[in-house]
């Protein structure tokens, strides 16, 4: 069984703060690793992809890879009220056609 | 970012009727779309993997001959609620993935939020 798992939360920063948001997978040939956003009663929005090891920094959000600890996460710089939302992990394991396996979410509010 | 379209975002309908849902890519080609369902609280669950010009595939546990999935275009797949029941309500969202130099980011559609009486 190849298995994404998010801390579930809830996680509560205030404004301004970092917010980290952890990911780890099971299937160590994995090669795409994605972060999405998913506002109450919407469908999720892509924010990040990542495909080597290392930071990959796109506005306020950073995301890291570590494919020999089999974790990725999320950091979200200067976090805003509007950044509250729950945050879905991603990963397209080795011979699923493209299929994402998805963690359970980690729901995060940002104290205003 | 690539456009997912899917209609309608929602839908309420008596036990019994049948209920489509449509989902386009409008500016990219998709030969294979995904099928979640969504309960309250809950993260996504795949339904089917919708394949353009064959035969879907559907995981384990979801009933083919209840969740019909036409494919018959390379823009449009869509998900035929049949006979819907009360526990079938959810929030039913598909997916597809771009091809070749996107590295097979998946796009969402909006998602239909069905409600059955």
């Known amino acids: 069984q190849k298995e994404v798992e998010q801390n579930s939360g809830p996680l509560s920063v205030p404004e301004g703060a970092i917010a980290s948001l952890n990911c780890t997978y099971s299937d160590r040939v994995s090669q795409s690793f994605f972060w999405y956003r998913q506002y109450s009663g919407k469908s999720p929005e892509l924010i990040m992809s990542?495909?080597?090891?290392g930071d990959k920094e796109d506005g306020r959000f950073t995301a890291q890879l570590n494919k020999a600890s089999q974790y990725v996460s999320l950091l979200i710089r200067d976090s805003q009220p509007s950044d509250s939302a729950t945050y879905l992990c991603a990963v397209i394991s080795s011979g699923s056609a493209r299929q994402l396996t998805f963690g359970s979410g980690t729901q995060l509010t940002v104290l205003p | 970012g690539a456009v997912v379209s899917q209609h309608p975002s929602w839908v309420i309908c008596k036990s019994g009727t049948s209920v489509k849902i449509e989902c386009r890519s409008l500016?990219?080609?998709?030969?294979?779309m995904f099928w979640y369902r969504q309960f309250p609280k809950q993260s996504l669950m795949l339904m089917a993997t919708s394949n353009e010009g064959s035969k879907a595939t559907y995981e384990q546990g979801v009933e083919k001959d209840k969740f019909l999935i036409n494919h018959a275009s390379l823009t449009l797949s869509t998900l035929t609620v049949t006979s819907a029941h009360p526990e079938d309500s959810s929030f039913y969202i598909c997916?597809?993935?771009?091809?070749?130099?996107?590295?097979?980011?998946?796009?969402f559609g909006a998602g239909t939020r069905l409600s059955v009486l």
């Open positions: 997916s597809a993935p771009t091809e070749g130099r996107a590295k097979n980011i998946q796009y």
């Open positions: 990542i495909y080597s090891n």
């Open positions: 500016d990219f080609q998709a030969t294979t």
